[in-house]
């Protein structure tokens, strides 16, 4: 059974920061592409920032210059630094990860159960 666990969610002024963090557990042979992604009420899902398994990164316009996403590969963890925290920024965040199982298996695509993130005015 694979688990993607995110934490570090809640609730901070306008201005400030957090640190989101998504361990990977269970039977995994190898971690590709990892990401975050964040959903505001009434919105769709949206990507926030990518990272691939060489650590070459991507961020929505929206974030870029205030977001920083990383990985520690031996820890199968993803972490989202966030500063300079918007209200626009508040929404539940998602930690995306393709991985396989087995050596000879395909790469599948699996989600956390996602995490609160709150920025007030």
């Known amino acids: 059974q694979v688990q993607l666990v995110e934490s570090g969610g809640g609730l901070v002024e306008a201005g400030g920061s957090l640190r989101l963090s998504c361990v990977v557990s269970g039977s995994i042979f190898s971690i590709n592409a990892m990401g975050w992604y964040r959903q505001a009420p009434g919105k769709q899902r949206e990507l926030v920032a990518h990272?691939?398994?060489?650590?070459?990164?991507n961020y929505a316009d929206s974030v870029k210059g205030r977001f920083t996403i990383s990985r520690d590969n031996a820890k199968s963890t993803v972490y989202l630094q966030m500063n300079s925290l918007k209200p626009e920024d508040t929404a539940v965040y998602y930690c995306?990860?393709?991985?396989?199982?087995?050596?000879?298996?395909?790469?599948?695509?699996?989600w956390g159960q996602g995490t609160q993130v709150t920025v007030s005015s």
């Open positions: 995306n990860a393709d991985l396989k199982k087995f050596l000879l298996s395909s790469y599948n695509n699996y």
């Open positions: 990272i691939t398994s060489g650590g070459s990164t």
